[in-house]
């Protein structure tokens, strides 16, 4: 905003005035600013919208330091939930702009699935891109991720299975394993039963090799779980599963180095408790998913 970079120049001429010896004429002249504008702000009297902006990006950088993930859309929000400072996006982002903060980048997704060559069981795509549910427990989306780590020289991988609900977006239950196997896509089913008693959704997957077995076709059957599956190369049928992978990397995972398996699995726990608990979504009214699940089990 106009304020908030004036605040900038204000303070260009004053350590060029008073560490290198320019006059203040030439200097405010130089940055097109007010002569009379520069001497109001250095008596302390400038307008209280100013000082308000001040306030403001003193606590951008606050949550910039704390989550520097976050783009303006997003500490607008934390703005208004946390700090109780209701501004618009377009104030929000030019303050950003002046302190030069933006989010990150996306980076190209990078998956691990591995199609069954013989897959025993396959289903139809019964959820049809319909991604939406009217109550918790509904509509279940699963899938498969890779992580790596080092130690010394020796690049590892650690491999995520998660399970999202599409009404509250929350994540139901996820296991971390250093193998790819039907154990870990069976654990994981195993828990999200286990944390939701009497729960029979819709699941759907990929037509990867853990997902296509008759053992865990045997098990949605028995657990009352109607079974759906993407098309062949058709990674946007399971699209909000891969989204929040790519929420996850780019928040906490991309542009770091993990040097342990401990360190990489903590990250992994943390963040899955922040996104339930802690981490607004405009898409649930800039609510958490675990408030949306709340808030729907209680009505």
Not at 27 to 49: E, F, K, M, P, V
Not at 155 to 173: E, F, G, N, Q
């Amino acid at each position: 905003m106009r304020q908030f970079r004036q605040e900038q120049q204000y303070e260009a001429v004053r350590y060029g005035t008073e560490n290198e010896g320019f006059p203040v004429g030439p200097a405010c002249r130089a940055l097109h600013i007010s002569r009379a504008s520069y001497y109001q702000w250095r008596s302390g009297t400038a307008g209280g919208r100013v000082a308000e902006n001040q306030r403001i990006a003193q606590l951008v950088q606050e949550i910039h330091r704390e989550s520097p993930d976050k783009g303006y859309r997003r500490i607008r929000d934390d703005l208004d939930k946390y700090y109780h400072t209701p501004v618009n996006d377009k104030r929000t982002l030019r303050i950003c702009r002046g302190l030069g903060i933006q989010s990150v980048v996306k980076h190209a997704p990078h998956g691990c699935t591995r199609a069954a060559s013989s897959p025993r069981q396959l289903a139809e795509n019964v959820l049809d891109r319909q991604f939406y549910a009217d109550r918790p427990n509904e509509k279940w989306l699963t899938d498969v991720t890779e992580f790596h780590y080092y130690t010394g020289t020796n690049m590892r991988k650690l491999y995520l299975s998660a399970i999202l609900d599409l009404c509250d977006r929350r994540i139901v239950s996820f296991v971390i394993r250093d193998t790819n196997d039907a154990a870990l896509v069976h654990r994981t089913l195993a828990q999200a039963l286990e944390g939701n008693p009497g729960a029979r959704p819709l699941l759907h997957s990929d037509r990867g090799s853990a997902y296509t077995t008759q053992i865990f076709h045997d098990k949605l059957a028995a657990a009352g779980i109607t079974q759906s599956m993407s098309r062949v190369g058709k990674c946007i049928d399971n699209g909000p599963m891969e989204g929040f992978w790519g929420i996850l990397k780019r928040e906490r995972y991309y542009g770091r180095r993990f040097t342990s398996r401990e360190q990489l699995v903590k990250m992994i726990q943390e963040y899955i408790t922040y996104y339930n608990f802690h981490r607004l979504q405009r898409g649930l009214g800039v609510r958490t998913p675990m408030e949306v699940h709340d808030r729907l089990l209680a009505a």
